[in-house]
Nanobody
């Protein structure tokens, strides 16, 4: 059974930092690229960041580039999202996501597509106050 469990969300003032973690089990984490998405109230779920299986390549939404950093530890089956210089508009539920190893190819063109990802965590709330 695939499980993705996020942690690390919370409340922070604008300009602050948080680090999210996603612990994965039940899937071949070390060969899978991984992603982070977020969903604010009343809005569509949107891409935040993604990372290839070995961490060699990372991709970011323009809105978080230079502020957020995605990383992974394959020895711990865990991916991370370091979020710095947080803004009120970053307030959302953040989701960890993983594709199926049998699904479409993960490329620079597909990394931000919701349809690429088959497995989702339960989400962790991030609230940034002004």
């Amino acid at each position: 059974q695939v499980q993705l469990v996020e942690s690390g969300g919370g409340w922070v003032q604008a300009g602050g930092s948080l680090r999210l973690s996603c612990a994965a089990s039940g899937l071949p984490f070390t060969i899978l690229s991984m992603g982070w998405f977020r969903q604010a109230p009343g809005k569509e779920r949107e891409f935040v960041a993604a990372i290839t299986w070995n961490g060699a390549d990372t991709y970011y939404a323009d809105s978080v580039k230079d502020r957020f950093t995605i990383s992974r530890d394959n020895g711990k089956n865990t991916e991370y999202l370091q979020m710095n210089s947080l803004k009120p508009e970053d307030t959302a539920v953040y989701y960890c996501a993983a594709p199926s190893q049998y699904g479409p190819a993960f490329t620079s063109m597909t990394a931000d597509s919701l349809n690429l990802y088959d497995y989702w965590g339960q989400g962790t709330q991030v609230t940034v106050s002004s």
